[in-house]
């Protein structure tokens, strides 16, 4: 059974910092993409960051680059997304998904999502 657990989420001010979470468990990690995502309430969900695990390539979203790094930890089947200089309009629930590569769109197992919330 595929499982993707995301923790890390939290309260934070205005250009803290919090690192999430993404661990995978049910499939070979080695030829997933994982990416993470987040939706407000009544808003489209976004793709806010990417990685393959296969070749460790990467993408975000303009508006986390600079601010947000993606990693993995393919021993521990984990993804990373480390967050610098939070926004308040970074606030929302973050969710991981496992799909055939960042480029492919085709996202088909998800986490129950985490929680960020930036204070001013």
């Known amino acids: 059974e595929v499982q993707l657990v995301e923790s890390g989420g939290g309260l934070v001010q205005v250009g803290g910092s919090l690192t999430l979470s993404c661990a995978a468990s049910?499939?070979?990690?080695?030829?997933?993409?994982i990416g993470w995502f987040r939706q407000a309430p009544d808003k489209e969900r976004k793709g806010v960051s990417c990685?393959?695990?296969?070749?460790?390539?990467?993408y975000y979203a303009d508006s986390v680059k600079g601010r947000f790094t993606i990693s993995s930890d393919n021993a521990k089947n984990t993804v990373y997304l480390q967050m610098n200089n939070l926004k308040p309009e970074d606030t929302t629930v973050y969710y991981c998904?496992?799909?055939?590569?960042?480029?492919?769109?085709?996202?088909?197992?998800w986490g129950q999502g985490t929680q960020v919330t930036v204070s001013s």
């Open positions: 049910g499939f070979t990690f080695d030829d997933y993409a």
């Open positions: 990685i393959n695990s296969s070749d460790g390539s990467t």
């Open positions: 998904a496992a799909g055939s590569n960042c480029r492919g769109g085709d996202f088909d197992s």
